[in-house]
C-alpha cells in the first residue's frame, strides 16, 4: 500500500492509499497444451524455460487465452504435436489442487514463444497461475532461460543506494 501523492493521511481507512503490485513478465516457450473442461478447444498452455545445461523445463502455464482466439490456436498446435519437449519437471504428474481432474495434456514441439505475466516463481515453478500477454514471434525458444525468473541478490548495495 501507499499513500496517494498530494492526499493528507486518512486515520483508519484507505481512502488516500493505493494498491501497488510488483509485476514482472517473462518469455517462455509453448511446449505442450492442454483441452479445455468438456471440449475439444485449447484450454491451457503448457510453459517452459531453458536452464544452463540447455534442457527444457516445465515451469507452469497459462490458461488466460481469448475465446475468440481458441479455435485457431488449436488448429496451430495440433499441427505442432511432437515428443514430450520437458526434460525437467514434466507435466501431468499427481497434484493436490485437481485431484478429479486428468492431468492428461498433448507435447508440441517447442516452436511458440509468448510472453506472460507472472507475480511470484518459487522452487522452479510460477506459483499462482500466470497471465498470458502476446505471442513474441520474433523470439528464439533458445533465448527463453530461467535467468528472466530468478532473482539474484543485489551485491555490495544497500537498501539507501538502491532506492535512491
Given at each position: 500500500m501507499a499513500k496517494r501523492l498530494g492526499e493528507p493521511y486518512h486515520s483508519g481507512d484507505r481512502e488516500g492509499m493505493v494498491k501497488v503490485k510488483h509485476l514482472k513478465t517473462a518469455d517462455c516457450v509453448v511446449g505442450g497444451f492442454r483441452y479445455g473442461e468438456g471440449t475439444k478447444l485449447v484450454g491451457s498452455l503448457?510453459?517452459?524455460?531453458?536452464?544452463?545445461?540447455?534442457?527444457?523445463?516445465?515451469?507452469?502455464?497459462?490458461?488466460?487465452?481469448?475465446?475468440?482466439?481458441?479455435?485457431?490456436?488449436?488448429?496451430?498446435?495440433?499441427?505442432?504435436r511432437g515428443a514430450n519437449p520437458f526434460e525437467v519437471r514434466v507435466p501431468g504428474g499427481p497434484s493436490r489442487w485437481s485431484q478429479g481432474r486428468s492431468g492428461e495434456w498433448e507435447p508440441v514441439r517447442p516452436g511458440l514463444v509468448c510472453e506472460v505475466e507472472f507475480d511470484y516463481f518459487s522452487q522452479g515453478r510460477f506459483r499462482h497461475g500466470s497471465?498470458?500477454?502476446?505471442?513474441?514471434?520474433?523470439?528464439?525458444?533458445?533465448?527463453?532461460?530461467?535467468?528472466?525468473?530468478?532473482?539474484?541478490?543485489?551485491?555490495?548495495?544497500?537498501?539507501?543506494?538502491?532506492?535512491?
Open positions: 503448457l510453459l517452459g524455460l531453458y536452464d544452463e545445461e540447455g534442457r527444457l523445463v516445465f515451469i507452469g502455464h497459462t490458461s488466460s487465452l481469448k475465446n475468440s482466439d481458441k479455435a485457431a490456436l488449436t488448429d496451430k498446435l495440433e499441427s505442432m497471465k498470458f500477454l502476446r505471442w513474441r514471434p520474433e523470439k528464439k525458444p533458445r533465448q527463453c532461460t530461467m535467468e528472466q525468473v530468478i532473482t539474484k541478490p543485489a551485491r555490495g548495495k544497500s537498501v539507501a543506494k538502491i532506492f535512491a
